[in-house]
Nanobody
Framework: QVQLVESGGGLVQAGGSLRLSCAAS????????MGWYRQAPGKQRELVAT???????NYADSVKGRFTVSRDNVKNTVYLQMFSLKPEDTAVYYC???????????????WGQGTLVTVSS
């Protein structure tokens, strides 16, 4: 129904920047909320940032002022621009699409496969 493909992860030095992208494909009418979550080794998955189809955003306190989430509704793509990266930002970053609706389904939640971001000190 819906597939999410992430790109843009990698290795960066502390203080550096990275941009993640996540494109949704498949058969659907709309995606209400898209966003990013992350999971560091030994920790639970946590919210990083989300954005609705109308442009409303939500950020974790730990990334406010450093990360920016944006979205292209035509391309069904969500981005995460990360600045001033810290070693504690090291994690697998997962794209999320929530409240997806299509022919015969609604309120579907979909996850991407994850992309690794490593910040060296």
């Amino acid at each position: 129904q819906v597939q999410l493909v992430e790109s843009g992860g990698g290795l960066v030095q502390a203080g550096g920047s990275l941009r993640l992208s996540c494109a949704a494909s498949g058969s659907f009418f709309m995606i209400n909320t898209m966003g990013w979550y992350r999971q560091a080794p030994g920790k639970q998955r946590e919210l990083v940032a989300t954005i609705t189809s109308g442009g409303s955003t939500n950020y974790a306190d730990s990334v406010k002022g450093r990360f920016t989430v944006s979205r292209d509704n035509v391309k069904n793509t969500v981005y995460l621009q990360m600045f001033s990266l810290k070693p504690e930002d090291t994690a697998v970053y997962y794209c999320n699409a929530d409240r997806v609706s299509g022919s015969g389904y609604w309120n579907l939640e979909v996850w991407g496969q994850g992309t690794l971001v490593t910040v060296s000190s």
